[in-house]
């Protein structure tokens, strides 16, 4: 079944694989089957209307709006919501149901959901079970760490993302049982590495890719276990400290050439392990996954980014350890389980927000142990089962009922008239959070202008970059010369303008590593080391070597030589 995107305007496919997965977690109610409808929206643009959801990285001060004690929040103080710090959300201090509304069927379920939106609380953080780590969000049992964000286990650690296990590092995404790791990107087990991607079970290695194994290498790629290398060449261990020596004193000029000499290198038509008939980038040990990036034991997964042991999943991001689940990002061991946000250990729950060991419930938001709940509202199992699939027949036929998914500048897409809102998840519109805050900015990037033609919110951030914040500050080349009042002073990032300040731990980080103090902001830093990776997107195209087809993540138009795994096996090992 051949499709037309109203939003991006690109042609997409429904296979019969697809329309299978959908009849499977289609919900069922007094023993009929609620199917749902094939999506309007392509794979791309819905994952972007999922992660118009999810605000991982923008946190401000603000106060709980139960106890009035200051707190650290993903919503900023200007958002028209009800947010309670991490331990007043978690008490019995306040009833979830309180915030029950009957459903009206002269409304559509959208408006609302959106209304209660605005009166259900919100929790501030997803951050469970820290030690001196507030400033984190989405992030579990982390020590001693600042601004980590969907990390867990980290400790004495900074600017980390999708990290686990690790222990003084600073500025690493996906980084995973590191230890002393600096700008280290999609590697595991790795020990006083810097300036590493694609690298696993190496030590003391400096600018790499693509190794395994090695010890004592700099700006090398594609070895496995070596050691005492430069530029994949063979030194002896006295050669090899000299040599080194020097080229660390100017690291700038020899990172830029290794970029290039990195670009000329053969690359494999994908980056997996122990992948049986995937497609996308990032895989290991899975089994079809398709279309799937970022991802670890998953089967029988399409359309899913940021995810580990899931099994039948479609359009899911940042979800783990659940199974038959559609549209949902960022929820955790959830079963028949579709359009959701965070929400976790629930099952058979529908369109809700923030519910916790939930079965049965749709619509709901904020809720911990409950069943039968509607829009927040207590039912019995018999009038649940009655109730929502006269609200599903309704959704089926209200055609966004003046709730735009989408906007385009000259005229509002609605939602398929012929299947309405059911099947689909939450417009972009009800969002509490601007685009520009969320991750949806990251892997999507729109002007401003373009976000507000569609209808969708935008953050205005205080602009800092021309006011005064004192002299400016010169920093000094060599971490050597850094006085300990550096802690004090408020620096400007060279490409952002932006302020940005260095706390003593990341001080003493820096001069352990011997790593001059960076020039950037951490946003900053995070997006360029993000832009490393490849899109999320697939492409046809040949291998390079034997012209054999394959579908990799490599655009044609890029100039890496890209290669099937036979071909890249021969040219590399």
């Not at 099994?311 to 549209?327: F, G, Q, T």
């Not at 509202?377 to 735009?404: C, W």
Request: include cysteine; glycine fraction near 4%.
């Amino acid at each position: 079944m051949n499709q037309h995107c109203p939003l991006c305007q690109s042609a997409f496919e429904i296979t019969s694989d697809d329309l299978a997965f959908y009849e499977k977690v289609s919900p069922t109610f007094n023993g009929k089957k609620e199917l749902i409808p094939p999506p309007t929206l392509c794979p791309d643009c819905r994952q972007q209307r999922r992660l118009a959801f999810r605000n991982e990285r923008c946190l401000y001060h603000r106060k709980c709006d139960l106890t009035g004690r200051q707190m650290i929040t993903m919503y900023s103080p200007d958002k028209p919501y009800k947010i309670y710090d991490q331990e007043a959300w978690w008490s019995d201090n306040w009833d979830p149901l309180a915030t029950g509304r009957s459903y009206d069927p002269a409304q559509s379920f959208f408006k609302q959901f959106d209304a209660l939106f605005h009166e259900a609380p919100r929790i501030s953080l997803i951050n469970m079970n820290h030690q001196n780590a507030e400033y984190c969000n989405f992030a579990l049992k982390n020590k001693n760490s600042y601004l980590l964000f969907t990390s867990a286990e980290c400790e004495d650690s900074l600017y980390m993302n999708r990290s686990w296990r690790s222990r003084n590092c600073a500025d690493c995404s996906s980084l995973e049982d590191g230890e002393l790791c600096y700008e280290v990107l999609n590697s595991d087990h790795c020990y006083n590495c810097l300036y590493l991607q694609n690298c696993a079970n190496c030590s003391d290695c400096y600018l790499g890719y693509n190794l395994h194994g090695c010890k004592n290498c700099f700006a090398c790629y594609g070895l496995t276990n070596a050691s005492y290398c430069i530029g994949n060449k063979k030194f002896e261990k006295a050669e090899y400290e000299e040599a080194v020596g020097m080229l660390r004193k100017d690291i700038g000029a020899v990172r830029e050439n290794f970029e290039d000499q990195k670009r000329a290198q053969p690359r494999k038509y994908m980056d997996c392990i122990n992948a049986d008939s995937c497609t996308g980038n990032a895989i290991s040990h899975s089994k079809h996954a398709l279309n799937c990036f970022e991802v670890m034991n998953v089967e029988d997964c399409n359309f899913v980014c940021n995810a580990t042991f899931m099994k039948d999943a479609y359009d899911v991001n940042n979800d783990d350890h659940s199974e038959l689940v559609y549209e949902a990002v960022g929820s955790e061991t959830n079963s028949m389980h579709a359009f959701n946000d965070i929400c976790w250990f629930n099952r058979e729950v529908l369109y809700s927000s923030l519910c916790f060991r939930c079965k049965n419930c749709f619509g709901c938001i904020g809720l911990k142990h409950k069943q039968y709940c509607i829009l927040n509202k207590q039912y019995s199992k018999d009038e649940y089962e009655k109730l929502v699939p006269t609200i599903i027949d309704h959704m089926r036929h209200d055609g966004g009922n003046g709730f735009a998914m989408n906007r385009s500048p000259s005229t509002a897409l609605r939602v398929n008239q012929a299947t309405g809102s059911w099947g689909e998840f939450f417009p972009v519109s009800i969002s509490p959070f601007g685009y520009n805050e969320t991750m949806a900015e990251e892997h999507f990037t729109l002007s401003k202008e373009e976000i507000l033609a569609r209808g969708w919110k935008w953050h205005q951030e205080e602009d800092l970059k021309d006011q005064y914040l004192g002299p400016q500050y010169q920093i000094p080349d060599s971490i050597a010369d850094v006085p300990d009042d550096v802690t004090k002073q408020i620096l400007r990032c060279s490409v952002t303008g932006k302020p940005y300040k260095i706390i003593p731990q990341e001080l003493k980080f820096y001069r352990d590593m011997n790593i001059p103090i960076p020039r950037k902001c951490p946003n900053q830093r995070h997006r360029e080391r993000i832009a490393l990776r490849n899109p999320r997107r697939l492409w046809d195209r040949g291998c390079a070597k034997c012209g054999k087809g394959i579908v990799t993540s490599y655009a044609p138009e890029r100039p890496e030589q890209v290669l099937c795994e036979e071909c890249y096996l021969t040219a590399v090992y």
